[in-house]
Structures are given as structure tokens and as C-alpha cells.
């Protein structure tokens, strides 16, 4: 299970040095690695990227 990141993303990078398993990647629209993205579990009790996307552009995939 992971996060993914929509087009609606406006490349803010406030989500990326909030994410415990470093899974985002930046570019035009940020991205998450599924392979990395562990849903916070074990690190806080939602998904943190979801909680500071200004315009909720990180969304269960
Ligand atoms: S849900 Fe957590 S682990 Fe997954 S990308 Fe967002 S901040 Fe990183
Ligand atoms: S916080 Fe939201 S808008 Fe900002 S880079 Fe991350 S996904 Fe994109």
C-alpha cells in the first residue's frame, strides 16, 4: 500500500523532507515511490505528506 501524488501537486516541496522512508521524489509534479512508501505506519498516525499538501494533492493510490 502506498500514497501517490496527483496532478494537482503544485511542486511545493513542503512534502519531501517530511517523509520518514524518503519516498518522494521532486519534479513538475512530485512523485512517490510505492516501493518506498510505507503510509507513515509505524511513524505517525496518518499519512504525513497528505497532512501538509497544501492543495491535498497526495491520495491513497
Ligand atoms: S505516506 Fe508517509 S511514507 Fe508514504 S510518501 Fe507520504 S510521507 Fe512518505
Ligand atoms: S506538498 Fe503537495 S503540492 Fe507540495 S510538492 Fe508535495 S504533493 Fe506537491
Redo the contacts with the bound molecule.
Keep these: 500500500m502506498a500514497l501517490t501524488?496527483t496532478q494537482d501537486?503544485?511542486?511545493?516541496?513542503?512534502?519531501?523532507p517530511e517523509c520518514p522512508t524518503s519516498a518522494i521524489s521532486e519534479g513538475d509534479v512530485?512523485v512517490i515511490d510505492p516501493a518506498k512508501c510505507v503510509e507513515c505506519k509505524g511513524y505517525y498516525d496518518s499519512p504525513k505528506?497528505a497532512e501538509?499538501?497544501?492543495?491535498d494533492?497526495?491520495v491513497q493510490a
Excluded: E, K
Design positions: 501524488i501537486c503544485v511542486a511545493c516541496g513542503v512534502c519531501l512530485y505528506c501538509v499538501c497544501p492543495v494533492a497526495c
